[in-house]
């Protein structure tokens, strides 16, 4: 019974798909019994007009109605004059690839049957095994099958591009995402070095001053009543300028734009010995010097994050960092521990959470910058970490790539030369673009007979043109000025002028500020919140040094 009420369901389903419509047949068979036959089945079971059935004997005659003809449905034996096999399915393909084929073939092979719906049949059929019923049945099956598979594709095809446009949507967001964490970080940096040059060009320059007045206070004050307080004061004033230079260098390093990127990292090891305990050995080629200052400052910040990483989360008390080039283009900066180690997937996903760059974060702005970064570690194994970023031009330590060597406002100013005669004092020439610390530094020149100030320079590229113009015999030169730095100018004028003698000035105490200056060319190098007689003496020496040369 129930196999009887399906078929009973089987037949109201294929009446109802035919009716009211004629569906336009192919019917491609070499064998004129056969052809006869299978007309006949259709029109007994359908009855006239239900179908309309065209027949050729040959491919060729199937792709020439075809190319002129709409059909419903192609009913194809694979054995024919001009095409032999599963081959044939493909001739009909390329003429008609929407119009479903029902294979008709006198060969029981369930493996080829399966071959021929691989390749685009929607049914493989027995000649010697229908009837009407079924034939008709496969025909309107397929062609329903035929549909479903086109809306199917269609499907496909629609889900595809929504799946590309939220894709390059994502993408988008993802580098909008990006270059936003880029531009808070340098905002960031930016700000961290506004607020030092504040403290530097500001407030430190006022305390400098203010310990000139002291110090000469000191030097002429014979009243025991006022000498201990003044030395009270110019205790303080130390202290004040003591703890805003540690202010200054923890918030942008001098050190990492006066002297580049290779000293920054000799000092940020010393900072993490004294402040952390942890021993960092730099093995860096001193000529590797990136152009590009965001880079610079990024790989400044990744070290140092990822030194911190070191500290906290490694379990040793000894890290390694390299600097070296990869080609003229690309470098690399490499921080490694022999420490506990980490699983790399999970600690990417975890980074950043408290709050520091994180290794998802350093490897997203990396990627931004036109690097990449390769991470090795595992449990106990200890972690290398690689940064591989483009140097686009390379540089040498104090040689600043030409973005930083524009020309300032020339702001050099000769002055007029005293009434005595220049053989009898040492002509000095100012370069610092401080007014207040050089109106300081003048008083203090100006009480000894034997120094005369021949000119000042609020940049490089003035005191190099000053140098030029005025033949002084010691220039006290400031690291940090704005256009071509202290350390340049230094290298430029020391050799063209063998004569002449440099002392750097800096408000900082760092080693490596000190060693860029001396590689440079200066005879020393002294802070500026040292006692003006240090000055004093050391102008002499210095002169002595190049009068002798």
Not at 157 to 183: D, G, K, P
Not at 334 to 352: H, S
Not at 483 to 496: H, K, S, W
Request: hydrophobic share 40%; net charge negative; aromatic share 4%.
């Amino acid at each position: 019974m129930i196999v009887e009420r399906r078929l009973s369901v089987q037949s109201r389903i294929e009446v109802e798909l035919i009716k009211g419509s004629q569906l336009e047949i192919l019917l491609v068979e070499d064998n004129p019994g056969d052809a006869r036959l299978f007309q006949e089945h259709l029109q007994h079971m359908a009855g006239a007009g239900r179908f309309s059935i065209t027949h050729v004997e040959t491919l060729g005659e199937a792709v020439s109605c075809l190319s002129q003809r709409m059909f419903n449905v192609i009913l194809l034996d694979l054995s024919l004059p001009d095409s032999l096999g599963i081959e044939t399915i493909g001739g009909v393909q390329v003429v008609a690839p929407k119009v479903p084929i029902v294979v008709l073939t006198g060969i029981d092979d369930e493996q080829m049957g399966t071959h021929a719906v691989r390749r685009g049949a929607q049914d493989y059929l027995i000649k010697g095994q229908v009837d009407g019923r079924l034939i008709i049945r496969s025909i309107l099956y397929s062609i329903e099958r035929k549909r479903l598979q086109e809306e199917l594709e269609s499907l496909n095809e629609t889900l595809a591009e929504r799946v590309a446009e939220r894709t390059a949507v994502a993408e988008r967001r993802a580098n909008q995402l990006r270059a936003l964490a880029s531009q808070l970080s340098q905002a960031e940096q930016r700000e961290r070095r506004r607020l030092a040059r504040v403290l530097h060009d500001g407030l430190q320059q006022l305390l400098i001053a203010a310990k000139f007045r002291t110090s000469d206070l000191l030097g002429k004050t014979a009243d025991s009543n006022l000498l201990e307080p003044v030395k009270r004061v110019d205790e303080l004033l130390d202290q004040s300028i003591h703890a805003s230079r540690e202010l200054t260098v923890e918030l942008s390093p001098p050190i990492l734009y006066d002297g580049g990127l290779v000293p920054a990292l000799e000092w940020l090891a010393r900072q993490m010995g004294e402040k952390h305990r942890l021993k960092v050995e730099v093995d860096a080629d001193p000529t590797v010097h990136p152009e590009s200052e965001d880079l610079r400052v990024f790989l400044f910040e990744s070290v140092r994050e990822l030194l911190f990483n070191v500290v906290k989360h490694a379990g040793v008390d000894y890290a390694r960092v390299q600097v070296a080039r990869q080609s003229d283009e690309e470098m690399k900066v490499v921080v490694e521990d022999y420490g506990v180690g980490f699983e790399v997937g999970k600690a990417q996903l975890n980074a950043g959470l408290d709050g520091g760059f994180g290794l998802f974060s350093i490897r997203e702005r990396l990627e931004l910058l036109g690097g990449r970064m390769q991470v090795y570690s595992s449990p106990n194994c200890g972690a290398r970490l690689s940064l591989y970023a483009p140097m686009l031009r390379a540089g040498t330590v104090g040689e600043p790539a030409q973005p930083y060597a524009t020309s300032a406002p020339r702001l050099g100013t000769p002055l007029q030369p005293s009434c005595e005669t220049e053989s009898q004092k040492l002509r000095v020439l100012l370069a610092d673009d401080h007014k207040i610390f050089c109106r300081g530094l003048m008083l203090v020149l100006q009480q000894h007979r034997d120094i005369e100030v021949v000119g000042q320079a609020a940049d490089g590229a003035a005191a190099v043109d000053l140098a030029r113009t005025t033949q002084p015999d010691v220039i006290l030169m400031d690291v940090s000025m704005p256009g071509l730095n202290g350390v340049e100018a230094t290298r430029r004028i020391t050799q063209e002028f063998s004569n002449i003698r440099v002392i750097g000035l800096s408000m900082h105490e760092e080693a490596d500020m000190a060693a860029a200056m001396r590689e440079a060319g200066a005879c020393a190098y002294l802070t500026k919140g040292g006692p003006p007689d240090v000055l004093i003496e050391t102008i002499r020496r210095c002169s002595n040094e190049g009068a002798v040369a």
